[in-house]
Every structure is written in C-alpha cells, then in structure tokens.
C-alpha cells in the first residue's frame, strides 16, 4: 500500500512541521485537533511558515498554494477514516495515547497504519490497545520537522514487516533519513542525548561552571549549533522530565534520574521557550 493521505493528530508545533513536511512532498492531509479554533490556528500556522518561505525566495508562491491546498482542518476525528496512515502528536502521556489508539482502531479503516511520533513511551503498549497491532509502529520526527532530516522508524515486536517497510518509505518519499530502532525507551537519540542534558544540569547545580560556560563550552568544543541548557529550553524542560523518567523506569540507570534543580524548575513553570523562562529568559 503506497502512503498517499496522512491524518495527523495533535495541535502543537511538531503536529503542524510534519504536515508540513507531508503536504510538501505530495501527501493529502488532514490535521486534526480537539477544537476547530486550535485546528485553524495549526492550519494558519503552516500558511505563515510557507508565506515565509516564498518571502525569502525558498519557494514559488504556486508552490506555496498547492501546500497548502492538499491540507484540511478538522476537529472530528471521523474524518481520519480515510487516511492510509495516522500518526499521533499528542502530549507525552501513555494514557491519553491508549485512549486516543483505541477511538482510532474503531474509525479508520482496516488497512491504515497507526502510528505514534512519541519519543519514549512504550509503543506496544499502543499497539495492543487496537485490534490492529501489527499495523501499530513509532514514526518519530524531530522538531522542527521541516527542517530536521532524521525520523526514528520504532519497530515493536508486534509490527507486520509490510508495516515498517510502509512508514519507511513514507519517510523516504518526505525526504527524510529513516533509521530503524527496537521499540525500547529514548530509541537512538534520546537514549544518547538526555543523560548529555540531564549531566549538564548537574554541573550547574554544583556549582562546576556557570550556565553560560556550559553551554559555550558545548559548542565550542563540540561544534554543537546550541548548548544542552539552551536545547533543554528549546526542548521544554516538562518535556524533558518526562523523557527522563521514562528512561529511568526502563532502564533504572541513576543517569537517568533527572536533576533535582530541572523537577524545581518545572514545578514552578520554568519550562523553557514555551512558558518565557527556563535556563534562559525569553520575556525581553
């Protein structure tokens, strides 16, 4: 089955880059969120970034337009039932992911893909919700989607091969780098990048070097594009907990326990970019 229309689940950023990435390459797509208003905003959201592309020569604005017509707008997830996959971007909280594998399972059709673009949760766990596991796998793009080459293919052990060779040459035909990964927790990126975080906030709290340092050595001696600080505020620090925790309750490897100051700074809604103030301010 050749990958031709794509619902996509979720109002925040990643919902919209990948629809993006989608309507870019082809694909009709369907983006659906909880209210009109935030599906609108998310639509909205594309055109503008599309709108800036052809501002800086990126694009014809013909170009631009026929995007931006292959995507619609939806708060009824019945109108997902078409599609050939369905990739979910709702929050990082396995229970309303079951919830919402389950309510899918029952609408789109008997062939679709269900996929999930989480970065640590469980994806068997999704995919025994549905009637449909070996249809269920991990499409995991990274923000921004767009720009981001790589997509983490997660192959639970209940996965049909056709399945993943689907999904993988969806990501192919968006222009992007697939690598496949066993479905355990973090897969490839966070696996490797969070304990680098997480130590980064430990050498702060400890009075090792300041935040500046840290972030400038980083770059400086790595040739890193940001410091981990300056990323785990681009991340979202509540994010970032709750990709640590779930590493630590997989793998209960002390390294993965998130720093005491990061649990502070997310109690009291020091989330990063999203929120104004995190490592950094971003209220000037």
């Known amino acids: 089955m050749a990958i031709k229309r794509i619902g996509i689940i979720?109002?925040?950023?990643?919902?919209?880059?990948?629809?993006?990435?989608?309507?870019?390459?082809?694909?009709?797509?369907?983006?659906?969120?909880?209210?009109?208003?935030?599906?609108?905003?998310?639509?909205?959201?594309?055109?503008?970034?599309?709108?800036?592309?052809?501002?800086?020569?990126?694009?014809e604005q013909a170009d631009a337009d026929a995007i931006a017509a292959r995507v619609t707008a939806t708060a009824d997830l019945a109108d997902l039932a078409d599609c050939?996959?369905?990739?979910?971007?709702?929050?990082?909280?396995?229970?309303?992911?079951?919830?919402?594998?389950?309510?899918?399972?029952?609408i789109v059709k008997a062939d679709?893909?269900?996929?999930?673009?989480?970065?640590?949760?469980?994806?068997?766990?999704?995919?025994?919700?549905?009637?449909?596991?070996?249809?269920?796998?991990?499409?995991?793009?990274?923000?921004?989607?767009?720009?981001?080459?790589?997509?983490?293919i997660v192959r639970p052990m209940t996965a049909d091969d056709a399945t993943i060779a689907e999904v993988t040459a969806f990501a192919q035909a968006c222009g992007k780098d697939p690598v496949e990964v066993a479905d355990r927790a973090g897969f490839i990126v966070n696996a490797l990048l969070f304990p680098y975080l997480n130590n980064a906030v430990k050498l702060l709290e400890n009075g090792i070097a300041t935040r500046d340092d840290i972030d400038t050595a980083m770059k400086g001696g790595c040739n890193f594009p940001m410091g981990p600080l300056q990323l785990l505020d681009l991340v979202g620090l509540d994010t970032s907990v709750a990709i640590l925790d779930a590493l630590y309750d997989e793998f209960r490897d002390p390294n993965f326990s998130p720093a005491p100051r990061l649990r502070r700074m997310v109690t009291a809604g020091h989330l990063g970019r999203k929120s104004g103030i995190g490592f950094y301010d971003y209220r000037k």
């Open 10 to 59: 979720g109002s925040g950023i990643m919902g919209s880059g990948i629809a993006e990435v989608a309507a870019s390459t082809g694909h009709t797509v369907v983006l659906r969120s909880r209210s009109i208003d935030s599906a609108n905003a998310m639509l909205a959201g594309l055109q503008k970034s599309l709108a800036r592309q052809v501002e800086k020569g990126r694009r």
């Open 112 to 152: 679709a893909i269900i996929a999930t673009n989480t970065s640590t949760l469980p994806v068997v766990e999704m995919a025994m919700a549905t009637s449909r596991p070996g249809k269920v796998c991990g499409v995991h793009f990274f923000n921004p989607a767009p720009a981001m080459s790589l997509v983490e």
């Open 84 to 106: 050939d996959l369905v990739l979910e971007s709702v929050v990082e909280d396995l229970n309303v992911k079951l919830a919402l594998f389950r309510e899918l399972d029952g």
